[in-house]
């Protein structure tokens, strides 16, 4: 009966991968212009043979967008920021333009490629372990009884090309996506944190020799701008 109960489980899968979160639209998230990049073909692949799709709307925090936007161009630092924090233990690295490699103390690893920009989405392709993933961020800012707030929806996409793998992401998660999920939820907590903060976190940075000059000369100069 067990057995029976699997293959049939097995079977739900295989005729509607888009078993969670529901069919994303993909003209809603991916911009008609970068259908016609070169990282066009990998992003359909994804997207059409997803075993995962999830998305999270209306998430709002406060924070200023000239932080937001900075840490979201400068994953690498966001991160080291992020640890300094205690918000993440990630480890992530710029290995080329828009390019970064993501590790943890367990072992977790992922590529991403931000491969597409502008002043309101992010489109980020991802290789991992397990899998493949495309992460579509989009987001705004607004002002309301005298704060600032940032809102912003996520959409993903994980797809395994292994038919066993493809079952176990449908059925536990996009492992991928999640650890996405978790970079980008990671620079929003500490936008808030220095929105609730600014000078406490000011100071703080002048404490942490390990960062980056050039970042935190300019992060710097944002913070002072505010």
């Given at each position: 009966?067990?057995?029976?109960?699997?293959?049939?489980?097995?079977?739900?899968?295989?005729i509607a991968p888009?078993?969670?979160?529901?069919?994303?639209?993909?003209?809603?998230?991916?911009?008609?212009?970068?259908?016609?990049?070169?990282?066009?073909?990998?992003?359909?692949?994804?997207?059409?043979?997803?075993?995962?799709?999830?998305?999270?709307?209306?998430?709002?925090?406060?924070?200023?967008r000239e932080v937001y936007e900075y840490l979201l161009n400068h994953l690498d630092f966001a991160s080291q920021l992020g640890r300094i924090m205690d918000?993440?233990?990630?480890?992530?690295?710029?290995?080329?333009?828009?390019?970064?490699e993501a590790t943890t103390p367990k072992g977790g690893w992922a590529r991403l490629q931000v491969v597409y920009a502008d002043d309101e989405k992010r489109v980020v392709l991802a290789q991992g372990k397990y899998g493949r993933a495309v992460v579509v961020l989009r987001y705004d800012s607004f002002d309301l009884g005298g704060e600032s707030y940032i809102v912003y929806d996520l959409y993903g996409y994980v797809r395994a090309d292994n038919p066993i793998l493809s079952l176990l992401l449908a059925l536990f998660s996009g492992i991928v996506d999640h650890r996405i999920e978790h970079v980008l939820t990671c620079v929003a907590e500490l936008n808030e944190r220095i929105y609730d903060a600014p000078g406490a976190f000011q100071q703080e940075l002048l404490t942490q020799t390990e960062l980056p000059p050039g970042h935190l000369s300019e992060f710097t100069r944002i913070l002072h701008q505010l």
């Open positions: 009966m067990r057995r029976i109960f699997l293959i049939m489980l097995a079977f739900s899968f295989a888009w078993g969670l979160g529901g069919a994303v639209e993909q003209s809603r998230v991916i911009p008609d212009s970068l259908l016609h990049d070169s990282s066009a073909q990998e992003l359909k692949e994804v997207i059409q043979g997803a075993s995962y799709v999830d998305e999270k709307k209306g998430a709002v925090f406060r924070g200023h918000l993440t233990d990630y480890v992530i690295e710029q290995t080329d333009e828009g390019v970064y």
